[in-house]
Protein backbone atom coordinates (compact mmCIF):
# COMPACT_ATOMS: atom_id res chain seq x y z
CA UNK A 1 0.00 0.00 0.00
CA UNK A 2 1.60 3.47 -1.04
CA UNK A 3 1.68 6.35 1.04
CA UNK A 4 -1.35 8.18 -0.41
CA UNK A 5 -3.91 5.43 -0.21
CA UNK A 6 -2.84 4.91 3.22
CA UNK A 7 -3.37 9.18 3.63
CA UNK A 8 -6.71 8.38 2.01
CA UNK A 9 -7.70 4.98 3.75
CA UNK A 10 -6.86 7.00 7.19
CA UNK A 11 -9.12 10.19 6.63
CA UNK A 12 -11.98 7.70 5.00
CA UNK A 13 -11.60 6.23 9.35
CA UNK A 14 -11.89 9.43 10.48
CA UNK A 15 -14.77 10.16 8.39
CA UNK A 16 -16.42 7.30 9.94
CA UNK A 17 -15.61 7.75 12.88
CA UNK A 18 -16.89 11.59 13.02
CA UNK A 19 -20.04 10.34 11.76
CA UNK A 20 -20.78 7.57 14.23
CA UNK A 21 -20.23 10.22 17.37
CA UNK A 22 -22.38 12.81 14.86
CA UNK A 23 -25.84 9.84 14.55
CA UNK A 24 -26.00 8.66 17.78
CA UNK A 25 -27.67 10.97 20.40
CA UNK A 26 -27.35 8.80 24.14
CA UNK A 27 -30.09 10.19 26.72
CA UNK A 28 -29.51 8.71 30.15
CA UNK A 29 -32.96 7.82 31.89
CA UNK A 30 -31.53 6.76 35.18
CA UNK A 31 -28.69 7.95 36.79
CA UNK A 32 -25.82 4.65 37.58
CA UNK A 33 -24.57 3.91 41.46
CA UNK A 34 -21.27 2.81 42.45
CA UNK A 35 -21.19 -0.10 44.74
CA UNK A 36 -20.77 0.34 48.60
CA UNK A 37 -17.45 -0.16 49.21
CA UNK A 38 -17.10 -2.93 51.91
CA UNK A 39 -14.54 -5.95 52.41
CA UNK A 40 -17.60 -7.72 50.45
CA UNK A 41 -18.41 -6.37 47.10
CA UNK A 42 -21.78 -6.40 45.68
CA UNK A 43 -23.10 -5.13 42.18
CA UNK A 44 -23.81 -1.61 41.05
CA UNK A 45 -26.86 -0.35 38.67
CA UNK A 46 -26.00 0.09 35.35
CA UNK A 47 -27.73 3.48 34.28
CA UNK A 48 -30.83 3.19 31.73
CA UNK A 49 -29.96 4.94 28.26
CA UNK A 50 -32.49 5.39 25.39
CA UNK A 51 -30.62 5.53 22.29
CA UNK A 52 -32.00 7.63 19.60
CA UNK A 53 -30.19 6.48 16.07
CA UNK A 54 -30.17 9.46 12.90
CA UNK A 55 -31.23 8.08 9.56
CA UNK A 56 -28.56 7.98 6.37
CA UNK A 57 -30.76 7.91 3.08
CA UNK A 58 -29.68 7.44 -0.11
CA UNK A 59 -30.43 7.08 -3.62
CA UNK A 60 -29.99 8.63 -6.82
CA UNK A 61 -31.26 11.68 -8.97
CA UNK A 62 -30.65 12.52 -12.60
CA UNK A 63 -28.52 15.48 -13.09
CA UNK A 64 -27.48 17.18 -16.09
CA UNK A 65 -23.71 17.10 -16.76
CA UNK A 66 -21.00 18.14 -18.82
CA UNK A 67 -19.19 15.38 -21.13
CA UNK A 68 -16.49 15.82 -23.41
CA UNK A 69 -17.03 14.43 -26.99
CA UNK A 70 -14.79 11.49 -27.63
CA UNK A 71 -14.20 13.08 -31.24
CA UNK A 72 -10.44 14.57 -32.22
CA UNK A 73 -12.36 18.25 -32.01
CA UNK A 74 -12.66 19.07 -28.14
CA UNK A 75 -16.24 19.80 -28.45
CA UNK A 76 -18.64 18.90 -25.07
CA UNK A 77 -22.18 18.37 -24.84
CA UNK A 78 -24.29 17.72 -22.28
CA UNK A 79 -26.22 14.49 -21.24
CA UNK A 80 -27.87 13.17 -18.22
CA UNK A 81 -26.44 10.53 -16.11
CA UNK A 82 -27.40 9.19 -12.42
CA UNK A 83 -25.33 10.88 -9.98
CA UNK A 84 -25.51 8.97 -5.90
CA UNK A 85 -27.56 11.32 -3.33
CA UNK A 86 -27.51 11.07 0.15
CA UNK A 87 -29.33 12.37 3.27
CA UNK A 88 -28.50 12.72 6.16
CA UNK A 89 -30.58 13.02 9.38
CA UNK A 90 -28.95 13.52 13.07
CA UNK A 91 -31.73 12.37 16.15
CA UNK A 92 -33.93 14.72 17.16
CA UNK A 93 -32.96 16.74 20.32
CA UNK A 94 -35.25 16.09 22.75
CA UNK A 95 -33.98 18.26 25.75
CA UNK A 96 -35.18 21.81 23.56
Known amino acids: MNRGTAIILGLVVIVVLAFGFYMVDFDVTEEGAMPDVDVSVEEGDMPE ?9 TGTETEEVTVPDVDVDVDTQEEEVEVPTIDVNPPEDDNQ
Open 49 to 57: VDAEVGEIE
